[in-house]
C-alpha cells in the first residue's frame, strides 16, 4: 500500500501569490492534518480534516484554508503569500480523529516564496 | 496550551555507543501521549517510539528507550549501540488523549553519529 503522497514535491511562488498542494492519506484513513515546518523548527499544526469537516485549527491567520475531498484527500490553500510563508508542509493521515497509534507523514511539500 | 522543550540542539555520539536526547513538556492534562520522532534529510518523519501517559512502564523498541517521568513532566529517548542510520532530526512530540490527533512538536534535536 502507498504511503501518504504529496503533491508537489518543491515549489517557487512570489509574493502575493495563491499556492494549492495536495495530500493523499493512507487508504483506510479519514483523517487528514497539515503542518508547516519552517527551516530549522519543529513542526506546527495547521488544520485537521475528517469526514470533509475541520475538526481542528492551528494558530494561522485566515490566509490559510483547506478542504477534504469524498475520497479523503485533501488541499490546502494558501491566499497572498508572504516571504515567512516559505516552509515545508507536511501531511499526516490518521484512521480518525481519535487514534493516536496511526500517524503517518508524508514527504511535505517544499514551498519558497521569493 | 501545552509545550514542548527541547534543550539540546545538537548532539554526537561515537558508532555504537549510547546517547540520550532530553525532553520536557508542560500540560495541565493527565492523559495524554507521548511521541519521538525522526526526520531523516528526506525530511519525511518517521515514528521512533510511543508513550501512553498511563502506563508506568517505560515503552521500547529495539535499540530506542524511553525514560517517562510524568510528575517531573521529562520524556528523554536513549538510543542504545548508535548506528550511522540513526543521524537525522529528532523531534519529541505531545498529544493529549481527547479528540483530535493534533500533535504539539518541540525545536529537535539533531544528531550526528561518528564512525
Known amino acids: 500500500d502507498a504511503g501518504v503522497t504529496q503533491s508537489p514535491t518543491h515549489l517557487i511562488k512570489t509574493r502575493g501569490q495563491h499556492v494549492t498542494l495536495r495530500c493523499s492519506p493512507i487508504s483506510g484513513h479519514k483523517s487528514v492534518s497539515w503542518y508547516q515546518q519552517v527551516l530549522g523548527q519543529g513542526p506546527q499544526f495547521i488544520f485537521q480534516y475528517y469526514e470533509k469537516e475541520e475538526r481542528g485549527r492551528g494558530n494561522f491567520p485566515d490566509r490559510f484554508s483547506a478542504r477534504q475531498f469524498p475520497n479523503y484527500s485533501s488541499e490546502l490553500n494558501v491566499n497572498a503569500l508572504l516571504l515567512g510563508d516559505s516552509a515545508l508542509y507536511l501531511c499526516a493521515s490518521s484512521l480518525n480523529p481519535a487514534d493516536g497509534n496511526t500517524i503517518y507523514f508524508g514527504e511535505g511539500s517544499w514551498l519558497t516564496v521569493v | 496550551a501545552q509545550t514542548v522543550t527541547q534543550s539540546q540542539p545538537e548532539m554526537s555520539v561515537q558508532e555504537a555507543e549510547t546517547v540520550t536526547l532530553s525532553c520536557t513538556y508542560d500540560?495541565?492534562?493527565?492523559?495524554?501521549?507521548l511521541f519521538w520522532y525522526k526526520q531523516p534529510p528526506s525530511r519525511q518523519m518517521i515514528l521512533v517510539i510511543r508513550?501512553?501517559?498511563?502506563?508506568?512502564q517505560n515503552a521500547t523498541e529495539n535499540r530506542f528507550s524511553v525514560n517517562f517521568q510524568k510528575a517531573a513532566k521529562s520524556f528523554s529517548l536513549k538510543i542504545s549501540d548508535s548506528q550511522l542510520g540513526d543521524a537525522a532530526m529528532y523531534f519529541c512530540?505531545?498529544?493529549?488523549?481527547?479528540?483530535?490527533?493534533?500533535?504539539?512538536f518541540g525545536a529537535g534535536t539533531i544528531l550526528r553519529v561518528k564512525s
Open positions: 512530540a505531545y498529544r493529549s488523549a481527547g479528540y483530535g490527533n493534533k500533535l504539539v
Open positions: 508513550q501512553e501517559a498511563y502506563k508506568q
Open positions: 500540560t495541565s492534562e493527565s492523559d495524554y501521549y
